[in-house]
Structures are given as structure tokens and as C-alpha cells.
């Protein structure tokens, strides 16, 4: 079978790609200047954010008017496929660009859009995701941080986890209990918190990996005062939010996440030779059988995620897509064990990441050992393996709680 697109869609590409090759930051560039944080965002991201702004790449499905051309689904998946392939970032911001401002422009006031969604769309702010806390993760609805009315004030006391980018984000979008005697999903609201407001304290939280460019922060908020407009949404109707929130992150995730496993893969068979030469006969038969496998899973992968997005762009639904981040991610991390078991004792030599002037998780980047550890990141974030696989039985096989 031949999977090829329509010649509208191909000149979609072509438009995008000779766009690129005139406007794109080039590697150099952005290598010399790295984004050391997702809420980071050095000078040339801020002018390129602003570039596909302008110029309707942003967001290719949206509007002209916010960053994009009313592209198809088909035509956001080329463009997608396009910019990882280049190995460019629409973006370092990726949870400001990917769930919150769109988040404020489904639920926000005029204002909020004004002065919170707009300037992410055009490069001039960065925001963080102010959910999980320390007895708060999987089980968000259980958050205790509070924004209580005093006035035309909220007053929030309280303690965030795991907020990636607070260290450098101008506003978080942070999820408070405003209301402790309803059930938990029903008393939680959605504000924005510009991080330099008194009372914030954010503490890095150094990662195994690139230790030196801490990510991941606690946030400590005591007595923090905003205005009581910066509520986001209805009063207490943070938990559907969140939902709709989350779903702008989930639609095309898979789409970076298969590249980013077939990538692995092809470094993976291009080292093979030199590793495979130095194992013994038995060891060689075992570790080709293990290589073999990544490349049925990374096949695999792709065929589910385009099986998932027929569906959806015909209008239908799509368990697949259910299935896609819990499958790309783990064998994510296969590939990248498998690799790393190969080299044996040569895996421990962890040299520092390459930073190729951006965060994103997708990408493989750095040592086999590093890659495997950094594969965590994604297993775990925007719903670890186990809370995705209770989604598939309960939602797609029905199985009883
Ligand atoms: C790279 C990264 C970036 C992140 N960025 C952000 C961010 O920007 N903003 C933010 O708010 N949060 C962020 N997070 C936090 C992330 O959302 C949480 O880590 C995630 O929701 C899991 O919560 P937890 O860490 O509290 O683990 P827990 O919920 O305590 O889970 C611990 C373990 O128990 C398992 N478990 C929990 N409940 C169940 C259950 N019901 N059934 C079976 N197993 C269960 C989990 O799968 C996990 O293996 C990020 C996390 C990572 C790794």
C-alpha cells in the first residue's frame, strides 16, 4: 500500500517549505543562543514566533487574524511533519502556544485575550501551567491551592509542582480552589498570575539530565493579590476546563511523537553495525531481535496515528488517538534502552545534553542513557502511562472500574 496526499496538500508543503528556507532561524543561530527553559524564550524565538505570526504559519487551522491560514486538518498534519523534519520549534514556549492561549481564547474575556493570549501568539510573553501540586498530580481535582475574593482582589495561598518554565514565564495560568465545601471537581477556577507579583517564590528543580537548565519548579505563592478580573471562565468550572485545556495539547501530539521514535530508530540502525560487531554471537542474535522489534513498534506507531487522524478528519472518532500517547512514548523508551543495553558499559559515559537551541521532548537528543532517562518525561507528563492505560479500558473496551 502507497500512502500519498492530495496535489493540494502538496502544494500546501511546497509554499510551507520555500517559506521556510527564506524565514527559518537558522541552527547556528539558535544554537548560540539557546532556550535554556520552555518558558525561556531567547531573541531569535521571540522574532520567529512573531514571523509565523505574521505571516499565518503560526497556527496554520486558525484564523489569519490570530496567527494562522484555515488550514485543514491534513494540511496542520503536513505542516507539523514539515517543521519537526527541519528540526525547528514553532515555539520554545510549548505549553503557552499549545494549551494556554488557546485555553484563553476559548474561555477568556476580551481583555484576557488582549493581554495574555495575544502576546504569546506574537513572541512577546511566555506562560506556565500552574495544575499539578505535591498531593495533586494524576488526581488533579484533589489541588489545595487557594484564591480566596477579598475586595476586587483574589488572595492565593498555596504550592505548585512540577510547573515547567516558571523559572522564566511571564504569567502563570493557574488552577485555585475557590470554592472548599463543593465536591472536589466542582470548586475549581482557572486565574492569571503574572509571576512577578509579590508573594511568588519559584525553586528550580535541577533534572538528572542538564542539570545546569532546570526546567521543572515548584511554586510557592503566599498572599499573592491579582485582580479578581483575572478569573478565567465561569467561577468553579475549572475542572471542564481543564479537560478542554488539555485536548488542545492532544490532538497532534502523536504526530512529533512517532517522528521523534522513527528518528531514534534510524540513529539507532545507523550505529548498529559498529555496536552489533562488538557483542558476542548469542548477544548479537538477542540484540537484533530487540532492534527488530523498535522497528515493528515505530511501523506500528505510525500506521495507529494515521488510522486515528482518518478517522477524526473524516468527522468521526478515533480510539486510536486514546492509544497513541501511551504507545509512542513507551516505545520511546525501548528504543532508547535497547540502544543503551547494546553499548553496555560504554552507555554510562553521559557527556551533556546538545542542545540544539530548544527543549522539546520529542527530539532525541543527547546519549542513548539520556535519552532514556529524559524518556520519562514523557511517559509521565500530561498523563503517565498508568492513568492513560485506566482511560483506555474504562472509555475504549468499557471495562467496569
Ligand atoms: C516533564 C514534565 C513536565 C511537566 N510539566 C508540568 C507543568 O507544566 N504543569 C503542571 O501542572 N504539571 C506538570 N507536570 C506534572 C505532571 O502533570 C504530573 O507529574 C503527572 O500528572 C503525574 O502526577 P504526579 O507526578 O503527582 O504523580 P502521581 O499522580 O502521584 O502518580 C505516581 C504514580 O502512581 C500512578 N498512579 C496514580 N494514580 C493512579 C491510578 N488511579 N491508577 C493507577 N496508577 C496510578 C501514576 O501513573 C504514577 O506512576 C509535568 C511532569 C513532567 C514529567
Given at each position: 500500500m502507497r500512502l500519498r496526499f492530495d496535489d493540494s496538500v502538496e502544494a500546501f508543503r511546497v509554499e510551507l517549505l520555500t517559506w521556510l528556507a527564506d524565514n527559518r532561524p537558522s541552527p547556528e543561530e539558535m544554537a548560540a543562543d539557546p532556550s535554556v527553559s520552555t518558558g525561556h524564550a531567547p531573541e531569535w524565538a521571540r522574532r520567529w514566533t512573531r514571523r509565523m505570526f505574521d505571516a499565518g504559519w503560526l497556527v496554520p487551522g486558525w484564523p489569519p487574524e490570530l496567527g494562522g491560514r484555515n488550514a485543514g486538518p491534513i494540511e496542520t498534519l503536513v505542516y507539523i511533519e514539515e517543521l519537526a523534519k527541519a528540526r525547528v520549534p514553532r515555539t520554545t514556549n510549548v505549553q503557552g502556544l499549545g494549551i494556554i492561549a488557546p485555553s484563553i481564547l476559548d474561555y477568556g474575556t476580551p481583555d484576557q485575550v488582549r493581554d495574555y493570549a495575544m502576546p504569546i501568539l506574537r513572541g512577546e510573553a511566555t506562560a506556565c501551567l500552574g495544575m499539578s501540586e505535591p498531593g495533586a498530580g494524576s488526581d488533579l481535582a484533589s489541588l489545595t491551592t487557594r484564591a480566596v475574593l477579598d475586595g476586587d482582589h483574589w488572595v492565593i495561598n498555596g504550592q505548585k509542582v512540577w510547573t515547567s518554565g516558571a523559572n522564566y514565564a511571564d504569567f502563570c495560568f493557574l488552577f485555585c480552589r475557590t470554592d472548599p465545601d463543593a465536591p472536589k471537581h466542582k470548586g475549581i477556577s482557572i486565574v492569571l498570575v503574572p509571576m512577578d507579583t509579590p508573594g511568588i517564590t519559584v525553586r528550580p528543580l535541577p533534572e538528572i539530565i542538564r542539570p545546569e537548565h532546570p526546567d521543572l519548579n515548584e511554586v510557592f505563592l503566599s498572599d499573592v493579590r491579582v485582580p479578581a478580573a483575572n478569573l478565567v471562565g465561569e467561577l468553579n468550572n475549572g475542572w471542564a476546563m481543564a479537560n478542554g485545556s488539555l485536548a488542545h495539547e492532544r490532538g497532534m501530539v502523536w504526530v512529533s511523537a512517532v517522528m521523534g521514535l522513527e528518528e531514534s530508530l534510524d540513529r539507532l540502525m545507523a550505529e548498529a553495525p559498529g555496536l552489533l560487531q562488538r557483542l558476542t554471537p548469542t548477544e548479537r542474535a538477542l540484540a537484533v531481535d530487540q532492534i527488530v522489534q523498535v522497528a515493528i513498534d515505530t511501523q506500528a506507531a505510525r500506521c495507529l496515528g494515521y488510522r486515528g487522524f482518518a478517522k477524526l478528519a473524516r468527522g468521526g472518532t478515533a480510539p486510536e488517538q486514546a492509544l497513541m500517547k501511551v504507545y509512542a512514548s513507551e516505545a520511546r523508551q525501548r528504543v532508547a534502552l535497547v540502544a543503551a543495553e547494546i553499548q553496555g558499559a560504554d552507555a554510562v559515559e553521559v557527556g551533556g545534553v546538545e542542545m540544539?537551541?530548544?527543549?522539546?521532548?520529542?527530539e532525541p537528543q543527547g546519549t542513548w542513557l539520556e535519552q532514556y532517562f529524559h524518556s520519562f518525561a514523557n511517559t509521565i507528563s500530561a498523563g503517565a502511562s498508568e492513568i492513560q492505560r485506566n482511560i483506555i479500558a474504562e472509555r475504549v473496551l468499557g471495562l467496569p472500574r
Open positions: 540544539d537551541g530548544h527543549l522539546a521532548v520529542d
